[in-house]
């Protein structure tokens, strides 16, 4: 396994050597490998694409899963070059990855004027403390639509 | 104000229920506005494009910006049919939106299958902890990627 790691993340950092030779974000690069094969690569390409989502993490998913043509990837690993923000590990989440192996650390980013630090205490706030402020609005209207979709044929449950 | 939220929370609505209808995933929409105008609108479409990170709000930020040619958008608005999860709420964060009006709640999504509680409990772990196996690996090959990306004349601080 750490022979692998290596040689994964070896090419996770090429990536963000390519993107900071491009200009196009921050230099992070991530790719995700499935069953020993890369199937998804990515770079930060937030300014290159006017995308604040674009994050190396996001695009290797979304690359991966539009390979493998599949929502989730259990047994996945995600190599990226910096640790994952609030988003992007929420992502791998989603993504149902297993394993992940990060370089540079939250703090080391934070240094370069990529802090998710804010993000990160503000996710453990309440609504009414945040910065964004936050109302709440028609719950009734979306809740019959939550009915809606439970009986629609077309549901798919993820 | 108040007339206006319900205005645009109706269209972010009205795109929940085209996406139940074409089932292209779970029943969210959300739009973004500035200035008084929708500039982004998006629903849920995790299954339609193999996508985990295409919920309704991350679709919405991504099409404001495209639409703006701006990664960050302040003042604006975010209006979703749901409670945004950590990554759809980290979005709004790295793209400085201004305010949040949402409709049903996280714990209304969960009841229909939809919960982000396990996400929002890993966030807080230390990574030795989560149920994602984190391991870090080549930290100083990072550091001087951003070395390089702090000298680089292509650079684009954000």
């Known amino acids: 396994m750490d022979q692998q790691d290596e040689a994964f993340m070896i090419e996770a950092l090429m990536l963000a050597q390519r993107g900071i030779e491009l200009g196009d974000g921050g230099p992070f690069g991530a790719v995700l490998v499935l069953d020993g094969r890369i199937i998804g690569r990515g770079w930060n390409q937030v300014v290159k694409l ?12 979304r690359d991966a899963c539009a390979h493998a043509k599949r929502f989730h990837l259990p047994g996945s690993v995600l190599y990226t070059s910096c640790e994952p923000c609030p988003m992007c590990l929420s992502a791998a989440y989603w993504t149902h990855i297993e394993r992940l192996v990060y370089a540079a650390g939250a703090e080391d980013a934070a240094a370069i004027g990529f802090s ?23 719950r009734e209207r979306s809740l019959a639509l939550f009915a809606q979709w439970r009986e629609s044929d077309k549901r798919v449950d993820y």
Chains 1, 2 share one sequence.
């Open 50 to 61: 006017n995308d604040p989502t674009a994050h190396a993490e996001m695009l290797a998913i």
């Open 116 to 138: 998710d630090s804010e993000i990160k205490a503000e996710l453990d706030k309440s609504t009414d403390d945040r910065v964004i402020i936050t109302r709440q609005l028609f």
